[in-house]
């Protein structure tokens, strides 16, 4: 019974660490891989005004598109595996992405947890 249950507890755990390098590559490809894209769609758009500079205002707006979808890909890409988690611990990763939700809610959080650092896998975990 005892082994069987460690057999499980150890399947569960690699499930989970699985589960969080899947989504540490998608968020690190989704800043890294396609944030090089939207900058080159910017350097583009530059190269347009030169060339026509009546369509500047349009050209303009998609700057701002642009703008948007990056900060969109951003925050998903911090919320996905936020950087904060690995770096100083769950309690400051649970307050950054509180005010995050407490920001786009208007909904005051307040986050108490006095603890310090745990293991890496329970970070994640939780």
Known sequence: MLAQQDRLR???????????AEAQRIAHELHD????????????????VAEAPERAAAIRRI????????GQLRRL???????????????PALEWLTQ??????????DVAAPIGRLPS??????
């Not at 891989?33 to 347009?48: F, K, R």
């Not at 700057?63 to 990056?70: C, T």
């Not at 995050?100 to 959080?109: K, L, N, Q, S, V």
């Open 10 to 20: 150890a399947l569960a755990e690699g499930t989970v660490r699985a589960r969080e």
């Open 100 to 109: 995050g939700i407490a920001e786009r809610t208007g909904t005051p959080i």
């Open 77 to 91: 890409s911090r919320e996905l595996r936020p950087t904060i988690l690995d770096d100083l611990g769950l309690t």
């Open 63 to 70: 700057h701002g598109l642009l703008d948007r979808v990056e």
């Open 121 to 126: 896998a329970v970070e994640t975990a939780l």
């Open 33 to 48: 891989e396609a944030g090089q894209l939207l900058a080159s769609v910017h350097i583009a758009l530059d190269q347009l």
